[in-house]
């Protein structure tokens, strides 16, 4: 079984930062990319940065230059590093662990989700 459990969210003010955490665990093999999704209150669930075993990186336009991806492979964590915040970014951001092949399957698995709100 693998569990992806994200930690990191908060209440913050425009322009100031926060760092996201996510760790996947479980009997893991591998895990070919790492993902960070958001989901605004009514909107659909975006991608906003996603990363690969390789380091491999893709970012959401309304992100670039904002927000900086990062990961361990050896740890099975990955990182979202989220600075100059907008109120725009507020949302429930998920971690996915994208082709995450254990002993006997290969799935891909969601976390529980983590709240960023940011205040104007």
């Known amino acids: 079984q693998v569990q992806v459990v994200e930690s990191g969210g908060g209440l913050v003010q425009a322009g100031e930062s926060l760092r996201l955490s996510c760790a996947a665990s479980g009997t893991i093999e591998t895990i070919h990319a790492m993902a960070w999704y958001r989901q605004a209150l009514g909107k659909r669930r975006e991608l906003v940065a996603r990363i690969t075993t390789g380091h491999s990186t893709n970012y959401a336009d309304s992100v670039k230059g904002r927000f900086t991806i990062s990961r361990d492979n050896a740890k099975n964590t990955v990182s979202l590093q989220m600075n100059s915040l907008k109120p725009e970014d507020t949302a429930v951001y998920y971690c996915?662990?994208?082709?995450?092949?254990?002993?006997?399957?290969?799935?891909?698995?969601w976390g529980q989700g983590t709240q960023v709100t940011v205040s104007s």
């Open positions: 996915l662990a994208e082709g995450v092949r254990t002993t006997d399957n290969f799935s891909s698995y």
